[in-house]
Every structure is written in C-alpha cells, then in structure tokens.
C-alpha cells in the first residue's frame, strides 16, 4: 500500500519559519517528482513547489524565495523549509508524487498519490 505521510505543521507568527516532513512508503519514487500543494479554506489546491527525480526545483512565484524544497531519495522523505511565513500562506499542505507524464507539473489531476496533509497556521 502506498503511503505518503505529511508532518510538520503548526502555528507561527508571521515572520516565522516551519519545515514540513513527507515520508513515503510502500513502493520506491525515486523516478518519481514530488511536490507540495496547499489549500486554504474555500479556495482550490494550489501548486507551491516540486522536486524532479533529477533535484532540480520549481517554485510558485508566492514562495520563491521564502520556501526550499529537498529531498532525500534513499530514505523517500522530502522536505519544505519555509521561512518568512505570511498569513496567507495558512492552509493544509500536501504532499504528492508524480510519475513522469506529459501535462502541467502545476495542474492536480497529474499526481498520482497524495498525503492527507497537515496544517499551517499563520498569524498576524
């Protein structure tokens, strides 16, 4: 059973920095891109950053700058540092692995697997 498993969230104050854990389990995703994805209530899922399988990165223009995506293959965890927290980047952070497919890297319905997500809360 495939598993992705977000940790990490809470509570800052703007200006505050968290760093978001994604452990992921029952297969290898090393081929895999992973991304983070952030929802606030009553808005979509929007993209904030991905991971390719080869380490480069991409960014949303609304963290670029803030937030650093990493990752560590060997042990399938990934990782979003994110620093200068404002208020609206509170939602629930997911995390989300994508085989590799035409199509937009921003766009939802390419992922393939998803975590349940944890929450970020900041304050003004």
């Known amino acids: 059973q495939v598993l992705l498993e977000e940790s990490g969230g809470g509570s800052v104050q703007a200006g505050g920095s968290l760093r978001l854990s994604c452990a992921a389990s029952g297969r290898t995703f090393s081929s895999y891109s992973m991304g983070w994805f952030r929802q606030a209530p009553g808005k979509e899922r929007e993209f904030v950053s991905i991971?390719?399988?080869?380490?480069?990165?991409y960014y949303a223009d609304s963290v670029k700058g803030r937030f650093t995506v990493s990752r560590e293959k060997a042990k399938n965890q990934m990782y979003l540092q994110m620093n200068s927290l404002k208020p609206e980047d509170t939602g629930v952070y997911y995390c989300?692995?994508?085989?590799?497919?035409?199509?937009?890297?921003?766009?939802?319905?390419?992922?393939?697997?998803w975590g349940q997500g944890t929450q970020v809360t900041v304050s003004s």
């Open positions: 989300a692995a994508r085989s590799p497919k035409a199509g937009s890297i921003e766009a939802v319905t390419t992922y393939d697997y």
């Open positions: 991971t390719w399988s080869a380490g480069d990165t």
